[in-house]
């Protein structure tokens, strides 16, 4: 034998030997692991995680091993395994420490259909400068200037043609308006416009593609999903080609404002507006189903409302004014809490995926670095240690929640307290805190205040929000329609030229 093939030969154990020295290490370095099970070999304990529940709830799962293993648990999720933290603190933890300790993680199947420029899959540079152009374009000054009368002009072609005693299905209804609202946003698409509804068909066979198992056979909701998302890029390209050729360019929209103000490649720019027409348009029509439905069985929060918005709509009519601007949209205060109260038991985004790229440890517990963490926000909305009553609507609970000093908001003796809107986090936080969060409220505000001042609602046939975990009405909220005679208001809905 040479010295070479001695070397050669010696190799392989000795990098045997390394590696399970290595594992013994890092097993003995991880002896504090929190408890939990890793479940079946691959699968792990995925399909009883995934496995959908109320949505006002945090599903047997989640209750089942927080009472066994507390609110860190280890277990073995999207095949990897995986830190679940149903504990705020560490959420937030988490979420502050992202590009130090922790990382967005989501699934490959994402990047794979939203993109791989999308913002969510991207992190680092390209991720601050996305951000960067969202948050310019999503700014304070944009949504008092320009969003807030589109967002009035949207909701009241949407609410417009609902009929006495008609039934309208309150979730389709929801995702039309901010459908047509985010397409207008971007790319100045007009609601009706064939084009549009064209798009919009393709939007729900994309949908349906997100939300389902990555499964890339002739025939899946995914394999439809990504011929939808070629359809889509391929009419946004044409859109962008279009653009360029204009001379005096539109830069009003998302599309116009990105050509002119960024450098970012065609691909990118594509990416970019197809996860931020996912992004907003989902999420908040999710928001405003929510909201119908737990007002529709709590009247007494729909008769503060109405109160709160009759007196907005008073003051315009003596002021002569007819649109909605900012100082009305600040008056907006018990609406607010309303929409807070919906975020917090109806939960629209469950859980974030993040993964450790340091090796962390938090109350005694090591996060490894490279294992999956999912922080579960709904599960600190739904604590009964930080909200009380935790599965009650109660809008009240948000009042003065902010000023006490104790944290606790509520009005003591009559309402539920919570703890502190630190806990509260139903648009993520840290540097990845959702960019539309602002727009979202404002979009629920404009709408809850047209419903309330023009209609009564009952649901028409049984139905509720589960989550799959992606939170949806299976029936798509049905609900029966009968006009209010007693607004003599401006904010009756006039007449639309059209109806879509
Ligand atoms: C009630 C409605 C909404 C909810 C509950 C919501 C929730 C969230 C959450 C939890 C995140 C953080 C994701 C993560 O950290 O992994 C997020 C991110 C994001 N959201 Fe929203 N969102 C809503 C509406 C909107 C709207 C209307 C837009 C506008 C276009 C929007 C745009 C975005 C964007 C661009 C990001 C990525 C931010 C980043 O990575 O820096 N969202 N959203």
């Known amino acids: 034998m040479s010295d070479l093939e001695f070397i050669l030969f010696l190799v392989p154990p000795i990098l045997a030997v390394l590696t399970i020295l290595n594992l013994f290490k890092r097993k003995h370095k991880f002896q504090n692991l929190p408890p939990g099970d890793m479940g079946w070999p691959f699968l792990g304990e995925t399909i009883g995680y995934l496995r959908p529940y109320s949505a006002t709830t945090i599903g047997d799962f989640m209750q089942d091993h927080i009472s066994r293993y507390g609110k860190i648990f280890k277990s073995n999720l ?19 420490n992202e590009g130090r300790l922790f990382e ?62 008609s039934v309208v299905c309150a979730q389709d ?19 009706g416009n064939p084009e549009t509804e064209k798009l919009k068909k393709e939007y729900i066979t994309f949908m349906k593609g997100v939300v389902s198992a990555p499964l890339n056979f002739p025939g899946t909701a995914y394999r439809k999903a990504l011929q939808s998302r070629s359809t889509i890029l391929g009419f946004i390209e044409r859109k962008m080609e279009e653009r360029r050729k204009e001379m005096n360019r539109n830069e009003n929209d998302l599309l116009g404002w990105v050509l002119k103000n960024s450098n970012l490649s065609k691909e990118q720019i594509l990416d970019l507006l197809l996860s931020l027409l996912f992004a907003g348009h989902e999420t908040s029509s999710v928001a405003i189903a929510l909201s119908i439905f737990f007002l529709e069985s709590c009247p007494a929060a729909v008769q503060r409302l109405t109160e709160e918005h009759l007196e907005i709509s008073r003051a315009k009519k003596q002021s002569g004014e007819t649109e909605l601007n900012w100082d009305d949209y600040k008056k907006m205060e018990f609406t607010q809490c309303v929409i807070n109260e919906t975020l917090r038991l109806g939960n629209v985004v469950r859980f974030l995926h993040r993964k450790a790229v340091k090796d962390v440890r ?31 609507f109660d809008p009240w609970r948000w009042q003065n929640a902010e000023e006490s000093p104790s944290g606790k908001g509520g009005i003591p ?88």
């Not at 996305?130 to 009368?149: G, K, P």
């Not at 090591?366 to 963490?373: A, F, L, T």
Request: net charge positive; aromatic share 10%.
């Open 78 to 96: 999207f095949g990897e395994p995986t830190i679940v933290s149903a504990d705020a603190g560490l959420n937030r933890y988490i979420l502050q």
């Open 104 to 165: 967005c993680n989501y699934p490959r199947s994402i990047g794979g259909i939203l993109g791989k420029w999308s913002m969510l899959v991207q992190v680092g540079q390209m991720h601050r400068d996305m951000r960067m152009i969202s948050l310019n374009f999503l700014s304070n000054a944009r949504l008092r200037n320009q969003l807030l009368s589109e967002v009035e002009k949207h909701t009241v072609l949407v609410l417009g043609p609902w009929k006495q005693d």
């Open 362 to 392: 938090y109350k005694g517990y090591d996060i490894p670095c490279g294992w999956k963490v999912l922080p579960v926000i709904s599960a600190a909305h739904l604590d009964p240690s930080l909200f009380d009553r935790p599965h009650d």
């Open 413 to 500: 003796g009559t309402s539920s307290t919570t703890k502190s809107s630190n806990n509260f986090m139903p648009f993520g936080g840290g540097p990845r805190l959702c960019a539309g969060s602002e727009l979202a409220k404002l979009e629920m505000a404009i709408f809850i205040h047209y419903l309330v001042l023009n209609f009564h609602w009952k649901l028409a046939a049984p139905d509720q929000a589960f989550a799959y975990p992606y939170v949806d009405f299976p029936n798509a909220l049905p609900i029966t329609i009968q006009h209010r005679s007693s607004n003599k208001l401006n904010h009756h809905i006039p007449t639309p030229n059209s109806s879509y």
């Open 173 to 191: 209804e929801a995702k039309k308006f901010t459908f047509n609202f985010m397409a207008e946003h971007i790319m100045s698409l007009q609601p």
